[in-house]
C-alpha cells in the first residue's frame, strides 16, 4: 500500500468507557469478520482481560475501509493495555501509530486515566480525534464533556465525533475522521530496514509471533533480520497481518504494521522496543525508545500441597513463555518448603499471574507478603538489592536502606478528596500539587512504592466509589527508616508473612495484622498467641482463645450422610490449609493478612 493511503491509530480511553465495543464495530464495519464470528469482544482474548474489563496484551488488526471519496484506505488500529502496570507496552503501541481515538464516556466525562494517556499520546506527536461515547445513555451529557476536554486537556472538541458504539451510531463518522485527520505515515522505502518490535506473544503453532511497525525498508520472508538490542539473527519465515484472523502477505513496507514469525521459540529474545533490522544491510541505530522492563514487585508463590511443586514449575514455566516481563527463580523457605521468587510489573500483574495459575493450571497456592526492591546500603560500602523479607541482613551491618518512590496522580470529585488525602497521608504520601477543574480535583503526590503495591487502589476505588483514578510513575529511590517485621503464631515466626515496613507505621501496620490474623485462623484445641515483632522486640499482640466443644458435635443429629458431606467438607478444608508447627493457617489468611485496614 502506498503511504498516502494507511493510518495508524489506537484508541485511548478509560476502563469501561467502550474502547473494546468501539473496536469490535470497526472491524464489523469494514468486514473483518462476518456478524456470526463477531463473538462478543475480539480484542480481549483472554478470559481474564473479560472478566476485569481490561486488555493485558496489545493486539492489532487491519481494516480495508472504502471512504466516502471512494478510495480504500488500509486502517491499522492498534489495541493498547488499560493500566497502570503496563506503561512501557502502551507507549510503544502509541509510537507505532500516528494517531489516536481519544474515546470519552458521554456520562462519565474525562477520568485520570484518560488524562495520563492522551499526555502520552500527544508526546508521540499523536492527531487525536475525540469521540463521545454512550450517547444513547439517558445520563449522556455530550455537551458537558466536550466542554470538559476542551478544558482538561486542551484538545478543539468542538469536531468531535458523537457515538454509541454499542448502538452502532456515528461509526462512519469515526472512520472517516480517521481518514481525513489522522496524519498518513512517513518512511522511505529504498532505506535500510528499521522495524520497531511492538509486542511478542507465544503461539503454539506458530512460535514466537512478533508484531512490528516498519519504520524504513522492508519486511519480506526470507530476509535474515537481527535484533539490533537482543543482538540475535533470525530467518523470517512468515509475514502477515491480522484482520483479526491471520492474513500471510509477501512483505511489510514503510507505515504498515503486521506480524512476523521466525521460528523463535524464547519470548526473552524478543523484546518490546527493539529495532529489527537486515543482516545484509542493517541500520546504523536503533530506533530511540527501548527500555528494559524491570519487574517491580516481588512475591514467593508456594504450592499449598508439597506434592503440587513439579506441576507449579510446569505452570510458571509455560505462563512465562508468554510473558517476558514476568520473572520467576526457586526459592526455599523453612515453613513452606519448595516454590519461587516471582518479578513483576506491579500488583494487577501479580493477581493475573496468580489466578492463572489457580484457573487455568488448577494449582491452590500460597503468596507471601509483596515486596518491593530495597538497595540496602551496609556498613562496608556494598550495596545489595533486596526483595525478599526473608533475606534482610542483620540491622547492625546495614548504613542506610533505599526504597523506590513513585509519582501518583489522582483525579477524583470534589467530595471524594478529604478522604482520598487522608489516605495518601497515611501512606506517607508528600503533596506536589493541587489544582481543581470544573467540580473534580486533580491531585498529585509522591509517595513509597511499597505503601502502594499491597491494597491501595483498592482502597482508593472503596472510598471514592470507584470515582477516583490513579496513575503513576516511578522517580528513584529515596532514604526511609524501614524495619524487616516479623509475625509469630504461636511463637513461631511465619515466614511467608515477615515484610519490611517504615517504623513509623510499624506499629499500626503490626497491630493490623495480629487483628487481622486472630479473625482468620481457625480456633485450634489450644491458645494461639499471635504477635508482631521487630528485631526481638513485640510491638503488637493478639490470642486466639482454645477451643471448647467439639464442633461437629452441635450440628448433628444422626444424618449420617449430611455428617460424611462434613467431614470430606473438613477434608477439603485441609488441603488449603497450611500447618505452622501445630497450627494450621488457611490459604486466604496469608493474603487476607496483608490488606491493610
Ligand atoms: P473498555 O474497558 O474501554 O474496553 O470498555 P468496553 O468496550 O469493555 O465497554 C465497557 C462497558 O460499556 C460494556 O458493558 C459495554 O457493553 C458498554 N458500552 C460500550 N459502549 C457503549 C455504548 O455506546 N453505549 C452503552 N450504553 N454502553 C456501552
Ligand atoms: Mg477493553
Known sequence: TDLS????????????????????????????????????????NMDIEKERGITIKAQTVRLDYVAKNGETYELNLMDTPGHVDFAYEVSRSLAACEGALLVVDAAQGVEAQTLANVYQSIEHDHEIVPVINKIDLPAAEPEK??????????????????????AGIGIDDILEAVVAKIPAPKGDREAPLEAMLVDSWYDPYLGVVILVRVVNGVIKKGQNIKFMIGGTEHLIDRVGCFRPKIEQLGELGP?????????????????????????????????????????????????????????LRESISKLRLNDASFSFEM??????????????????????????LSREYDLDLITTAPSVVYEIHMNDGTVRHLHNPADMPDANHIDYIEEPWIEAVIYCPDEYLGSILKLCQDRRGIQKNLTYVGGRAQVTYELPLNEVVFDFYDRLKSISRGYASFDYHQIGAREGDLVKMSILVNNEPVDALSMIVHRGTAESRGRGMCERLKDLIPRHLFKIPIQAAIGGKVIARETIAAMRKDVTAKCYGGDITRKKKLLEKQKEGKKRMREYGSVQIPQEAFIAALRMG
Not at 464533556?145 to 454499542?166: F, M, W, Y
Open 255 to 311: 507505515g504498515e504494521i503486521g506480524f512476523i514469525t521466525a521460528q523463535i521459540k524464547d519470548i526473552s529474545q524478543t523484546r518490546v522496543g527493539d529495532t529489527i533490522t537486515t543482516v545484509k544491510n542493517p541500520a546504523k541505530e536503533p530506533l530511540p525508545g527501548f527500555k528494559e522492563v524491570q519487574p517491580v514487585v516481588f512475591c514467593g508463590l508456594f504450592p499449598v500441597d508439597a506434592n503440587d511443586f513439579e506441576k
Open 331 to 356: 526459592e526455599t523457605s523453612a515453613a513452606l518448603g519448595f516454590g519461587f521468587r516471582c518479578g513483576f510489573l506491579g500488583l494487577l500483574h501479580l493477581e493475573i499471574i496468580q489466578e492463572r
Open 145 to 166: 464533556v466536550k466542554a470538559e476536554i476542551e478544558e482538561v486537556i486542551g484538545l478543539d472538541a468542538s469536531e468531535a465525533v458523537l457515538a454509541s458504539a454499542k
Open 5 to 44: 493511503h494507511i493510518r495508524n491509530f489506537s484508541i485511548i480511553a478509560h476502563i469501561d468507557h467502550g474502547k473494546s465495543t468501539l473496536a469490535d464495530r470497526l472491524i464489523q464495519r469494514t468486514g473483518g469478520l462476518t456478524d456470526r464470528e463477531m463473538s462478543a469482544q475480539v480484542l480481549d
